[in-house]
């Protein structure tokens, strides 16, 4: 019996110890920089956010705001939650479904002069085209005119 | 008319998974006979009325019956017949519908091809399955009833989003659905063997078709998922972490863990406690899923919009569920008894780290994947986890898998040499060192990773070669080789094909990640530009009108070294209801890699802005999961295995 003990004591410590390492790994890698903020415009200044620091901005794009630069591949738009205005460059093509009035998930980071430049602007195929988490929280702010087209 | 005539069908199924769950469960416990032979009759009716109801809202989409209210928020009269079709599910309340339907299907499949197993065992079984329906019954008919008329009616539909109509919503929701729910299968049989208290051999016989069967649908579906959004989203990406993702992954990594722990079982009858585990927890992540999804709790590409009544309804489910079946298994699991002894380096052990890895590889896909829920409900930060995080994860738990898959099936039952499995892969071994070597020295050390993930890949399909080499004893006897190969049991290819199809995703992962060359351009006709020593010749737009669009082709032809490759043409599309933009990728594949293109918009006067791709290896990802389903098919095949097989 004594061997039969030995050995599933083995494999059982063996597999203990991989679990326990892949358990304390993804502690690590959560505190580290694979886990991005997901904020509105107006949470940005709340958190402080620096420049360079990669972060995901939801929100809605501004009517009217939608504008191509001269090489006619860079984008410049603002994403708002009708409390603050957040401006964003993307170069490349606008996804599916992005446009002016609607929400969109946006990751990147801050420049110097505070501009978000925007690496991956994110396609949402939701049924009702109205991504989670892009909906102001204050939607009394969006009862202002300029942001009309928001109000429920 | 349709619609109450659906929506009756429907109460009636309530009605038969209510029978068909009482009846055979009280009848298994009182070993009450008549009882039990309810659960047949039960599932068979409980199917058919499922499938007047989900055929009757098929029915109203059909006419674009606006006075319901489904068929309104979702449809639209010029849509093609064959969204309209696949619309039916391309909603909240319709997906229901499917998942309820295959759900009756298996359980009418169990009362079917079940015929062998043994009396209170099989009604146990139905009983469970009945159960679950009558969950999920109650909650389309309580908060998401498809039937539900919109008065007054509508004049017009709201339409689909167009991103959805795509071949790829004909095909990808059911097979994944089937997947999905035929876990249900393997849960049921496990909670009814907890019920006898009794798990042996030929219940891991009886549940490993089904779970195949399941898994089988789950690969496919989630492969056409990867695919669609491939070509569909127009950015060459084919899997994203995103949530939904992962909830359909979470359960495929456990049924692949249960997979093979269940013929550990059969096997060597070991491992009974932890595959009952694993096939409550695979159907568990299953429904985990459809909450994540139905809830509207997570930010995703996928999710449905967000209903809090349907959200606390399905978390409810989710903890009876498995609340329940956690509490009956900590109850019952002390009366199995303990199996047979095995040496620590027998083939047990081999299954046993699979199954170690592949729970954890899980358990950290559902951290990753909760943990911005719970850090939100924590302290209210809002906060996402990305690929990176992912991608680590995979890195880290993957790699011990292949290295141990290699050795796996060289190894023998109950009393394995590790040397003698070690010394027949040393040549598989070598080979893989100088692929990684000499992708370090081609890259000049630049891309270790990409060297090891090749290095992996070559030990993979090496070794199961080697594997089936010896096991024909090509070296040995190689005339009767042939011979041997022919007379190999359909599972034993079936196992080779299927770990040969891990090896190929895991060679079409590393070398696209590695080297797609991408490149974003403003471009006029008569232009051309260069992308990994092709050339794409921009010969200009057409205009085109579609049945419910309308649309810009670009035209490029493709030359490399003065011979023409292909011609490409990505459309920009303009959908009428609702009007939304949408590009369709234009792609060329070929043995080694895709050619992909898409077309922008204009930008002031002739100018169109495109993006080219040369992703290399791109097709061994869906070529590999092709592989594991034909694997699967054949050991399904194998007469050993057959569903409903005799005990």
Redesign the interface.
């Known amino acids: 019996m004594k061997t039969?003990k030995n050995?599933r004591i083995?494999?059982i410590t063996s597999?203990l110890f991989?679990?326990f390492s892949?358990?304390g790994?993804?502690f690590y890698?959560?505190g580290?920089?694979?886990?991005?903020?997901?904020?509105q415009p107006s949470e940005i200044s709340e958190k402080d956010m620096k420049s360079g620091q990669y972060f995901?901005l939801?929100g809605l794009v501004d009517k009217g705001s939608l504008s191509?630069a001269e090489?006619?591949?860079t984008y410049h738009f603002t994403v708002t939650d009708c409390v603050t205005d957040q401006p964003v460059r993307f170069?490349?093509?606008?996804?599916?479904?992005?446009?002016e009035g609607q929400g969109v998930?946006i990751?990147g980071s801050l420049n110097d002069d505070k501009v978000f430049i925007a690496s991956t602007v994110?396609?949402?195929?939701?049924?009702?085209?109205?991504?989670?988490?892009t909906m102001p929280k204050n939607t009394d702010a969006c009862q202002h005119p300029s942001a009309g087209m928001y109000a429920k | 008319m349709i619609a109450e005539l659906g929506h009756f069908a429907l109460i009636m199924a309530l009605g038969f998974a209510c029978l068909g769950a009482l009846g055979p469960l009280i009848g298994a416990a009182k070993g009450n006979k008549r009882l039990m032979a309810l659960g047949s009759g039960a599932a068979y009716a409980q199917f058919t009325a499922s499938l007047i109801s989900f055929l009757c809202l098929t029915y109203l989409f059909y006419i674009s019956d606006f006075s319901v209210r489904v068929v309104a928020a979702?449809s639209h009269t010029l849509k093609p017949m064959m969204y309209k079709i696949a619309g039916v599910w391309?909603?909240?309340e319709g997906s229901l519908m499917l998942w309820v339907l295959m759900l009756s299907l298996f359980a009418a499949a169990v009362a079917l091809r079940g015929k062998r197993l043994p009396d209170t065992f099989r009604a146990r079984v139905l009983g469970v399955q009945c159960l679950l329906a009558v969950g999920f019954l109650l909650f389309i008919l309580f908060t998401s009833n498809p039937f539900d008329r919109l008065i007054p009616a509508a004049l017009e539909g709201n339409g689909?989003?167009?991103?959805?109509q795509d071949p790829g919503l004909v095909f990808h929701p059911p097979l994944l659905y089937l997947g999905y729910v035929g876990l249900s299968i393997a849960f049921s049989f496990a909670v009814a063997a907890l019920l006898e208290g009794d798990v042996n051999p030929a219940w891991a016989r009886w549940v490993r078709p089904w779970t195949l069967t399941a898994w089988m649908f789950l690969t496919a579906g989630i492969a056409l998922g990867s695919w669609w959004a491939y070509y569909e989203?127009?950015?060459g990406g084919w899997w994203f972490w995103d949530p939904v993702e992962n909830a359909s992954f979470m359960p495929w990594l456990v049924a692949t863990a249960l997979l093979h722990s269940a013929i550990v079982v059969e096997k060597r009858g070991a491992l009974k406690s932890w595959t009952i585990l694993l096939a409550i927890v695979a159907f568990s992540f299953s429904l985990l899923g459809t909450f994540l999804v139905r809830s509207?709790v997570?930010?995703?590409?996928?999710?449905?919009?967000?209903d809090p009544a349907r959200g606390i309804f399905i978390l409810a489910f989710l903890a009876i569920v498995v609340g329940g079946s956690l509490a009956l298994y900590a109850w019952r699991v002390p009366r199995l008894t303990l199996g047979g002894?095995f040496?620590?380096t027998a083939r047990e052990?081999a299954l046993?780290v699979n199954n170690?890895?592949l729970s954890?590889f899980a358990?950290?896909v559902l951290?990753?994947t909760l943990?911005?829920l719970m850090l939100e409900a924590y302290d209210g930060?809002?906060?996402?986890?990305?690929?990176?995080?992912f991608n680590?994860?995979t890195i880290?738990?993957v790699s011990?898998l292949i290295i141990a898959l290699g050795f796996g099936p060289l190894l023998s039952w109950k009393r394995g040499h590790l040397s003698k499995a070690a010394i027949r892969l040393l040549p598989i071994f070598i080979v893989a060192l100088m692929v990684f070597l000499g992708t370090i020295w081609a890259t000049m050390g630049n891309q270790i990773l990409t060297a090891f993930g090749l290095m992996l890949a070559a030990w993979l399909m090496g070794s199961v070669l080697m594997e089936l080499a010896h096991r024909i004893k090509l070296f040995e006897h190689p005339a009767k080789a042939l011979a041997r190969l022919l007379n190999l049991p359909r599972a034993h290819f079936g196992m080779s094909l299927a770990h040969l199809g891990v090896g190929l995703v895991l060679l079409g992962v590393t070398v696209s990640e590695a080297w797609t060359v991408e490149k974003?351009?403003?471009m006029q006709a008569g232009e051309s530009t260069d992308v990994a020593g092709y050339t794409f010749i921009f010969n200009g737009v057409e205009p085109i009108v579609g049945p419910n669009f309308t649309a810009i082709r670009g035209h490029f032809d493709v030359i490399k070294a003065g011979r023409s490759v292909a011609n490409l043409a990505p459309e920009d599309r303009v959908y009428a209801h609702?009007v939304?933009?949408?590009?369709e990728a234009s792609i060329h594949p070929m043995w080694h890699g895709d050619l992909y293109a898409?077309i922008?918009e204009a930008?002031?006067g002739k100018?169109f802005?495109v993006?080219l791709y040369y992703k290399p290896f791109v097709s061994f990802l869906w070529l590999g999961a092709m592989l594991m389903c034909v694997g699967g098919l054949l050991s399904l095949s194998d007469r050993r295995l057959r569903l409903g097989a005799a005990s």
């Open positions: 039969r050995q083995v494999i597999a991989i679990l892949a358990v790994l993804v890698a959560l580290g920089d694979s886990v991005n903020l997901f904020l995901r939801g191509r090489d006619g591949l170069k490349g093509l606008l996804p599916d479904l992005f446009r998930v990751e994110l396609a949402k195929h939701d049924e009702n085209y109205a991504a989670p988490g | 979702n391309g909603n909240h689909l989003n167009p991103l959805l989203l127009g950015w509207g997570i930010t995703s590409v996928h999710a449905f919009a967000s002894l040496g620590l052990s046993i170690v890895l954890t358990a950290v951290v990753g943990y911005p930060s809002q906060i996402s986890v990305g690929p990176p995080f680590f994860a880290m738990l011990p974003l351009e403003l609702p939304t933009n949408t590009t898409v922008g930008a002031g100018r802005s993006r």
